[in-house]
């Protein structure tokens, strides 16, 4: 938009009016957002981590598997900013590392949970009845087994390698999007529009695809960003129970676990890696709450 | 093409609800020639909704269960029609305007898209011949065609219905079935989009049933009438019938709710009581309980259907006693 300023006190020449009646509903919702300071924060955690995941080789000032057996537990210092763990390795460069394994995971994951959870939900939401019933009482089961333990027996029954741990994560959060989904398309399979695309002759997969699916994006938005902070922080659990990212690599939750031993002596070894989850998760959420809180309609002025 | 374009035959449609069975359409009869216009009137509750979704095959299922009759369009039966066919049928032969053009918009698609939907489904278009299409169908809409990617909420209540139009006539259909398509606009509007209606019924010369309430719109742009009660056409004929000789105590009812300019009334007169209710229609005669001319044969014996020269009427005033007995 090349006439940004004077939103709010525009001139009353039609033009100005027919330019901002052109602003996508989706400008409006970055509008209602930028106004929470809170979300903003949060998202500028986000958009730090990515940045900082993309740029991890530039940096990381050390190799984050370079084992230095002379200077393992070595404290907080210049030469290394967090300190190194008890094979010396680089604490700042293995959480930098970490990172990119955390936001893969987090968002791999999420993927996987929303894309199915989402058309399984749209599926049955649509179609009601039989099917409907059968759909959700599958994800019913699937919500009575606590989202850790399902996870860790996903993982038990593939294996542990990191395309098993996205799987796994990304099973246990499905019944979330496919609730999530179901319910919206449950009111919008109903609204005018509708029945109007049936009225022209689109088939169930376009009116699914066209009308029920992009009607349903703000929830499936909110609820993968709060998703990404449970995946990140399932992925670490699983991986501290050594189901989840094996050693060496640098992963914060098995950085947490192997940290643990020497919990007495070098505690930076896991209040680092824990540091870096909490405000990971943190910011994720608050960022989720304020995009929930733009996204939603009834607060639009 | 020999015979008329669509013709309805007995079509009786229920609703099985919990508090018991609706009876929605109990043996419409009609008949309709390619490129004339019949106007569907009667209020609310009357069936002509139900009438309209049944000729595109789209009575909610369940509770709707169309339990007789025949739609015959084109020589061939809808009702007997798999959901495969009628998809074909759709938007493609009938189209459909929607009341509201408020809510029978996508909110989060353009316009253009939903234009070409239509054309997509039954024309095998190539996305760029479509969005052609559906710009041209714009500009015969009066509506800029590069305003083709903006969404519905971008658009005015009478822009918006004409989208509606523009996308029930995309692929140039047979049919098309107006569920009182101005109800929702205000009365200048409501002209405009008459009118252009109107111009591009003949253009087209597309068939189109009218469902409206209101008999000013009726008087503008319809051939034939109507009229239902309860489910059941009562009274029907040419637009010269109904207007200058209305028969039926209901349809003389209704026109005694038009307030007259230049008559000096105080008070317009409106039908006494209220539509019987759906779960338990009266015996006999379904308007005899309001009806200012009842009779005792009223409220026992369904009136058969006396035909004048197209003109038919439902009611014992003028047949000789009941020709269908129930």
């Known amino acids: ?301 | 093409m020999n015979g008329p374009l669509l013709e309805v035959a007995d079509l009786n449609v229920i609703y099985k609800t919990y508090e018991g069975t609706v009876a929605a359409v109990n043996g419409v009869e009609f008949s309709l020639e390619a490129g004339r216009t019949l106007g569907l009137v009667g209020e609310s509750g009357a069936g002509k909704t139900t009438t309209a979704l049944s000729i595109m095959g789209l009575v909610p299922s369940p509770p709707g269960i169309i339990t007789s009759g025949s739609v015959n369009f084109a020589g061939k039966n809808l009702l007997s029609f798999s959901e495969k066919e009628m998809k074909k049928i759709r938007g493609n032969h009938i189209s459909m305007i929607f009341q509201d053009p408020m809510t029978s918009l996508n909110p989060v698609v353009t316009v253009g898209i939903q234009i070409s939907e239509a054309l997509v489904a039954h024309q095998n278009l190539s996305e760029a011949e479509a969005e052609k299409k559906a710009m041209e169908m714009l500009e015969k809409v009066q509506i800029p065609g590069q305003r083709y990617r903006e969404y519905p909420h971008e658009f005015s209540g009478g822009m918006r219905q004409r989208v509606v139009i523009a996308m029930a006539l995309a692929c140039n259909p047979g049919l098309i079935i107006a569920d009182e398509p101005t109800t929702a606009l205000d009365v200048t509007i409501q002209a405009q989009v008459l009118d252009l209606m109107r111009s591009l019924k003949e253009e087209f010369s597309t068939a189109m049933i009218m469902i409206t309430h209101d008999l000013g719109v009726v008087g503008e742009v319809c051939d034939h009438v109507a009229v239902m009660y309860a489910g059941r056409i009562v009274e029907t004929g040419s637009l010269e019938q109904i207007f200058g000789n209305a028969r039926h105590p209901y349809t003389l009812g209704l026109f005694r709710c038009i307030p007259d300019i230049e008559e000096e009334t105080s008070k317009i007169r409106p039908i006494e009581g209220l539509m019987p209710d759906p779960l338990d229609l009266p015996s006999g005669c379904p308007f005899h309980p309001r009806c200012p001319q009842c009779m005792d044969v009223c409220r026992t014996v369904v009136p058969g259907v006396l035909d004048d020269g197209g003109h038919r009427v439902m009611c014992h005033l003028y047949g000789k006693g009941g020709a269908a007995r129930g």
Not at chain 1, 15 to 28: A, D
Not at chain 1, 73 to 93: A, C, I, K, V, Y
Not at chain 1, 188 to 197: L, N, P
């Open chain 1, 1 to 301: 938009m090349n006439n940004g300023n004077g939103t709010l006190f525009a001139p009353s020449s039609v033009q100005t009016k027919e330019r901002e009646k052109r602003r996508s509903p989706w400008w409006e919702v970055w509008r209602r957002l930028r106004r929470n300071k809170a979300a903003v924060v949060g998202m500028s955690v986000v958009i730090l981590l990515v940045v900082v995941a993309v740029l991890a080789p530039v940096l990381a000032p050390y190799d984050p598997n370079q084992t230095n057996i002379k200077m393992r537990l070595q404290g907080p210092s210049s030469e290394h900013p967090l300190g190194t763990d008890n094979f010396g390795r680089d604490m700042l460069s293995r959480i930098i590392y970490g990172s990119r394994i955390s936001l893969y995971v987090g968002f791999v994951a999420v993927g996987i949970g929303a894309v199915f959870g989402g058309i399984l939900g749209a599926i049955g939401g649509y179609y009601g009845g039989r099917l409907d019933n059968f759909i959700m009482r599958c994800m019913d089961v699937l919500l009575a087994i606590p989202q850790i333990i399902l996870a860790i027996a996903i993982v038990g029954a593939l294996g542990t390698s990191l395309l098993n741990l996205m799987i796994a994560v990304g099973i246990s959060q499905l019944p979330r999007y496919a609730r999530v989904v179901r319910a919206s398309a449950l009111t919008v399979r109903g609204q005018e529009y509708v029945e109007a695309a049936r009225a022209v002759g689109a088939s169930d997969a376009r009116i699914i695809l066209e009308n029920i699916l992009p009607n349903c994006m703000a929830p499936i938005i909110v609820q993968s960003t709060l998703g990404v902070a449970q995946a990140i922080l399932s992925a670490a659990a699983l991986s501290f129970l050594g189901l989840g990212i094996q050693p060496p690599t640098a992963e914060w939750g098995s950085m947490l676990s192997s940290g643990r031993q020497f919990l007495r002596n070098a505690p930076y070894l896991t209040f680092f890696p824990g540091l870096a989850i909490s405000v990971v998760v943190l910011a994720l959420n608050i960022f989720g709450d304020g995009l929930r809180d733009s996204l939603d309609p009834k607060l639009r002025q």
